[in-house]
């Protein structure tokens, strides 16, 4: 085929954003910021760029591209391959296989680390601590400073960890970040800097990082002008995913990385920035431009591959109220007579009723349950319609589960495997100890406390006497650490050590343990995909794969079920028909995100996230009165509420006015239906 006719799929601005920068020999070009629409082919145009570089000679050693999970990084990758193979054939496989700098920014954060660890005093040997692990460290520094025994409630684990995390990604001091997202422990700042202080060092002693760590090393190692040079030379290209959900430190690492924004290439879409409560900030992207002189190229995708036109005309409408956004207008050769429907119900009992009515019309008609969605503001939102979709007995599967790493069976074999890599990472060590009968949390801290004091913590932990109410358990043990420590096992045989180790404990712990074994079984076949321990631990901890086990449920046996989701965890999908619950002031801006500007913002920005989900039907529920889950309710917790303001009387004739259930027109009235009567006059009539 001819050179370029990969590209002829393409649209015109599409195939703008592909070729920007690349013409004869030049394939490194100035900044780029591609504005990409909902349903406007991001991930294909994305793919078709890096597919263009690879084409035209770009060295995809020396390209990076990062996503935000490392299955789409995947997913990336196999798209390049397919579209690269058009133009040269069989050895494009060979191209995209060295594509190795494709993942998220934290994974390949890990990876920067690692190789450069000497020049910046890091053992390479630090394991990774996800959420749960890093609220435990902080829990121990937290009691150590006697911060759990104060005579004023002084904020749990989980809030300090909260608060820790965003005053780093968000790169704001104690003080504005308390002001602001936590005001109701602004009485102890100072505590917190201490507490941080003392977390910091605990974790530099166990060599051991927090996912804050990833970002907040490789921005400090970018900092320094030599290193950051070096980094910035190692790429030719470093083009990046969903910018609108980056946070200021992401920003920092990437300005350091290409300064001048040579080869720097941003796809998002500020419209659809919903991630402020991950410190993401919606003014990277809307700044971009103007960080360079002269400003980077903008190239906007306007078409829509997904939804018909009335839902595209309504959505647009509604972002467009929207204070500050780039401009663009969302259009789609998808026509149709049906605008999107605003459905007046009663309360939320009736709204599950409508819904559950309507879901199944449409499965008569021939649209599945998979092809339908229940969208919401917050997981609360969904109760009642769960309840009528389990007394209907209608399948539905709620996003937003178990990961694995949530499953105590499987923490359990990492903590082993995490332990095994870094024996100074107390948390998963006092996990592992604890598994062992007759080691309580004296004796796992004694333990600890004598591996802590040794050159060669493992070495040490051999020579101790067996506890004495662990016996052969404590053996059993040692030589699971020794043998994993030595690395003969090779990988993953050394998982499957770490199971036939934990298994005794797994029956003796768990009823339902055959299920969890499952788990296991498939934790070791996930591991087979990985090189090593320490790339499959990085890897899991950053980017965890679903639980199978029935722990968050019972496993659906249904071929085709309903689909329930927060509109944050529906972002990037799509459905034949969406309703959306809770259209009204209260819920969507919800009460506790109407507080500043920013925030009813991002509140605009979710309605337009879920409205664009939507391909043929869309149905936004606006119940008269729902249940609020504000604590600061007191008594009846129902609420009158009105329609949603991003959806102003002047929007009104781009949506379908219903509602549910119909009235009942006075022809068909019975003889028996309830009379009307006349309570005023009763009332007034008790003083006459």
């Known amino acids: ?66 996503t935000f999970s490392r299955r789409a990084a995947v997913e990336m990758s196999r798209r390049v391959e ?25 994974g390949i954060g890990a990876r920067l680390l690692r190789d450069y660890a000497e020049q910046i005093g890091l053992d390479p040997a630090f394991t990774i601590h996800d959420r749960e692990d890093s609220a435990d460290l902080i829990n121990l520094v937290r009691h150590e400073l006697g911060l759990s025994k104060t005579e004023n409630r002084f904020p749990t684990k989980a809030t300090c960890l909260a608060i820790y995390s965003r005053c780093v990604n968000a790169r704001m ?14 009485e102890w700042a100072e505590e917190l800097k201490d507490l941080f202080a003392a977390y910091v060092e605990a974790k530099q002693r166990q060599n051991v990082l ?56 941003v796809v998002g879409d500020d419209a659809q920035s919903i991630y402020a409560f991950r410190a993401a900030t919606v003014r990277n992207i809307l700044d971009f431009p103007t960080r360079f002189s002269p400003p980077a190229a903008i190239v906007t995708l306007e078409r829509n591959y997904r939804s018909t036109q009335p839902i595209l005309a309504a959505a647009n409408a509604v972002i467009g109220l929207a204070r500050e956004r780039f401009t663009k207008n969302l259009w789609t050769d998808r026509a149709s007579p049906a605008r999107p429907q605003l459905v007046a119900v009663r309360d939320e009992a009736d709204q599950a009723r409508c819904i559950v009515e309507r879901v199944l019309e449409r499965r008569e008609s021939g ?92 070495t040490a932990l051999a020579s101790l006497p067996a506890p004495p109410r662990a016996g052969e358990d404590w053996h059993s043990f040692v030589d699971t650490m020794m043998d994993l420590r030595r690395g003969d096992l090779g990988w993953p045989a050394e998982l499957e050590r770490a199971r036939a180790w934990y298994e005794p404990h797994l029956t003796r712990i768990h009823d339902d343990n055959i299920t969890r074994h499952a788990d296991l079984i498939q934790l070791e076949q996930i591991a087979s995909g990985y090189p090593s321990r320490e790339r499959f ?38 459905w034949k028909s969406v309703y959306v619950l809770n259209v009204v002031d209260g819920c969507m801006p919800s009460d506790l995100g109407a507080g500043t ?55 009104l004739s781009l949506f379908e006015r219903a509602s549910w259930p119909a009235a009942i027109p006075p022809k068909a009235r019975t003889s028996n239906a309830v009379p009307r009567v006349d309570i005023g006059a009763r009332m007034r009539g008790m003083w006459r």
């Open 1 to 66: 085929m001819p050179a370029a006719a990969y590209l002829d799929a393409l649209n015109p601005e599409q195939r703008r954003a592909v070729e920007h920068g690349v013409s004869g020999d030049t394939t490194i070009g100035g900044p780029l910021l591609v504005i990409a629409g909902a349903g406007s082919g991001k991930t294909n145009t994305l793919a078709h760029r890096v597919a263009h570089l690879i084409v035209n000679r770009a060295d995809p050693r020396r390209i990076l591209l990062m």
């Open 82 to 106: 397919r579209i690269a193979r058009q133009v040269i054939g069989k050895d494009a496989g060979i191209m995209t296989d060295a594509l190795s700098w494709a993942g998220t920014f934290h």
């Open 173 to 186: 001091p104690i003080g504005p970040v308390l002001g602001a997202t936590f005001p109701w422990c602004a």
């Open 210 to 265: 927090d996912y804050d760590d990833l970002l907040l090393y490789w921005a400090q190692m970018a900092a320094e002008p030599a290193i950051a040079q070096d980094l910035g030379d190692r790429f030719d290209h470093v083009l990046v995913d969903e910018y609108q959900d980056t946070n200021a430190l992401q920003a920092s690492i990437l300005l350091a990385l290409k300064p001048g924004g040579h080869g720097l290439t």
């Open 367 to 458: 649209t599945t349950l998979k092809q339908q969605a229940i969208l919401f503001r917050t997981s609360s939102h969904s109760g009642p319609l769960e309840v009528e979709l389990t007394r209907r007995n209608i399948p539905f599967v709620k996003f937003g589960g178990l990961k694995f790493l949530d499953a105590s069976h499987v923490k359990d074999v990492l903590a082993l495997l995490r332990f095994a890599e870094n024996p100074r990472d107390r948390v998963a060590g006092f996990r592992v100890l604890h598994l062992i009968p007759g080691i309580g949390p004296t004796s796992a801290h004694r333990v600890l406390e004598r591996m802590a004091e040794t050159f060669d913590p493992v």
């Open 537 to 574: 631990l990085t890897e899991l901890t950053l980017d965890p794969p679903d639980a199978t086990s029935d722990e968050s449920g019972v496993p659906l046996r249904d071929e085709d079920y309903l689909i329930l989701s927060t509109i944050h965890s529906a972002k990037g999908q799509e």
């Open 597 to 651: 500007s920013a925030e009813l913002e991002e509140e605009r920005r979710l309605l337009y996230v879920a409205m664009t989900r939507a391909r043929d039907d869309l149905h936004l529920m606006v119940p008269q009165r729902f249940f609020t889950h504000n604590q600061a309710a007191k008594g009846d917790r129902h609420v009158y509420a009105a329609r949603t303001r991003f959806i102003p009387s002047a929007l």
